[in-house]
């Protein structure tokens, strides 16, 4: 779907249908353009070839699904590829890749699956607020500034999800919990690996001279910066706290382990005199003492009863019981 939305000092931010626009994005007489392709079809996929004269190399990668963020100078427009995020179940979240092209008077973006960010950006720019119609960068602030933001409900939903994991740890650990664990310290590094590089991409964004951002947008691109660097040492923390749950969990079950070990060890030791006694007395010699004695099967149980009694209380003044 391809969505075009012009920005005019006059008219303010309106709809365009694709008959509206020009040949060429230079042919513009709008003050901003920003069009917005959301799974789009290969026939819109053209216009960024067509229409904007973007590089083959930037759109081989707007494209193709791109795991790291980057942000690559063309000059007279930007390539980013950012990723935001979205939650899935039992505190576990996913990224979602967003490709932009910022230009001095235009913004594309162009991304294969719904984006809340852009969403809640297209419906401020509809109701013509003023805090957006400064300029490309400053509608592209908007946009990364919402992506950013949503990292903060995913990181509070994993933490709840560690928390019960955390407690199923010491009450009941079993598989799953392993499993649960396992998934959730993937789900962290996946957010690292991602959170990392973007934050890069950020401090680029509002310390380097790009001719596409003015000098005040770069000040709101650092405040964006500044919350990257709170989730990226949210994300350490996590990783962390995900090991030691991870060990802890190991120790728990080696516990357990040594518990039913060290019972059926206590089993062991009973029932081995008890197993010599009926090992002598199942040897097949004629002359044996007891065996014609009249209350010898009675005698025998009886001592065995009496040794397994001796053994369980000679165990329990040693507390291995």
């Not at 010599?276 to 009675?298: A, C, D, K, Q, W």
């Amino acid at each position: 779907m391809m969505t075009i939305i012009a920005y005019s000092k006059e008219g303010g931010y309106r709809l365009l249908s694709r008959t509206e626009l020009t040949p060429r994005i230079g042919d513009e007489k709008h003050d901003l353009i920003w069009i917005d392709f959301e799974r789009p079809a290969p026939d819109e996929t053209e216009y960024l070839s067509n229409y904007f004269n973007f590089h083959p190399l930037a759109i081989e990668d707007c494209v193709a699904e791109t795991p790291l963020p980057k942000v690559d100078d063309f000059g007279d427009y930007l390539f980013l590829v950012l990723h935001g995020s979205r939650m899935l179940t039992e505190g576990r979240s996913a990224t979602n890749e967003v490709n932009f092209f910022l230009g001095p008077n235009y913004l594309v973006t162009y991304h294969d699956r719904a984006s809340r960010s852009i969403t809640g950006a297209r419906d401020r720019c509809l109701k013509n607020l003023p805090s957006i119609a400064r300029g490309a960068d400053f509608l592209l602030h908007e946009i990364l500034d919402r992506m950013v933001d949503h990292y903060f409900p995913v990181l509070e939903q994993m933490e709840k999800a560690m928390e019960e994991v955390e407690v199923d740890v010491f009450a009941h650990p079993q598989k799953e919990t392993l499993n649960r664990i396992v998934m959730l310290k993937k789900d962290v590094m996946l957010l690292r690996r991602v959170i990392l590089p973007q934050h890069e991409i950020f401090n680029r964004l509002s310390r380097d001279n790009f001719a596409v951002i003015s000098t005040k947008a770069t000040t709101y691109y650092r405040d964006i910066y500044d919350h990257l660097a709170s989730i990226l040492d949210l994300a350490e923390a996590y990783r962390d706290q995900l090991s030691g749950t991870l060990e802890a969990y190991l120790s728990v079950v080696s516990n357990r382990l040594n518990e039913i070990m060290k019972v059926l060890t206590m089993f062991t030791a009973i029932i081995m005199p008890l197993t010599l006694v009926t090992g002598i007395y199942g040897m097949n010699f004629s002359n044996m003492p007891e065996l014609h004695t009249r209350y010898g099967y009675i005698a025998v149980l009886g001592s065995m009863g009496v040794m397994a009694i001796g053994l369980v209380i000679y165990f329990r003044k040693k507390k291995w019981l």
